[in-house]
T-cell receptor, first 110, second 113 residues
């Protein structure tokens, strides 16, 4: 499986865009990029996923580089409630073993 | 919809005791999962199920057993608890294997002394 590398922590000012990077340089052609977040001690929450095209939903945007070796999750207008640990996960289609790494702890500051 | 619920929320066990954690989902999902999360770490998959009556091992299955007798329920058992099993346990469910939009429960905090 492809490994992901994320910075351990980041800060963002409230109201600004939060850009969370993820490196997955060994990703294979059939592997998707998924993003989850975990607020405090709650269960993780799905955010967004993509294969090679950029994706956007009501929560965030996902930008995947053309070579697919890295991606960026963008929260366009971060709020205090977006403070959480964000996990970038790379997983092949039809593989049930989703591996969560240590993630990036995002702190949104007023 | 309640989504994914877990019972109990907290539990303290002595070494060697047994217990069962219950996960229930009301979304008619085919797939269900059990994870554990140790302090400061990401989640690790213990066991999963792709449908009623079927289960499979994940990354860290040793010391745990599971059963999926009904589609909406997924049970995680600890036959002889050890301090190394002190963790927060999360259950999740999803519609199918190629959709990793998993819905997670609130977690069970287990301490083994």
């Amino acid at each position: 499986d492809a490994k992901t590398t994320q910075p351990p922590s980041m800060d963002c000012a409230e109201g600004r865009a939060a850009n969370l990077p993820c490196n997955h340089s060994t990703i294979s052609g059939n592997e998707y990029v998924y993003w989850y977040r975990q607020i405090h001690s709650q269960g993780p929450q799905y955010i967004i996923h993509g294969l090679k095209n950029n994706e956007t939903n009501e929560m965030a945007s996902l930008i995947i580089t053309e070579d697919r070796k890295s991606s960026t999750l963008i929260l366009p207008h971060a709020t205090l409630r977006d403070t959480a640990v964000y996990y970038c996960i790379v997983i092949p289609r039809n593989n049930n073993d989703m591996r969560f790494g240590a993630g990036t702890r995002l702190t949104v500051k007023p | 919809n309640a989504g994914v619920t877990q019972t109990p929320k907290f539990r303290v066990l002595k070494t060697g005791q047994s217990m069962t954690l219950l996960c229930a989902q009301d979304m008619n999902h085919e797939y269900m999962y059990w994870y554990r999360q140790d302090p400061g770490m990401g989640l690790r998959l213990i066991h999963y199920s792709v449908g009623e009556g079927t289960t499979a091992k994940g990354e860290v299955p040793d010391g745990y057993n599971v059963s999926r007798l009904k589609k909406q329920n997924f049970l995680l058992g600890l036959e002889s608890a050890a301090p190394s099993q002190t963790s927060v346990y999360f259950c999740a469910s999803s519609t199918r294997s190629d959709n990793y939009e998993q819905y997670f429960g609130p977690g069970t905090r287990l301490t083994v002394t």
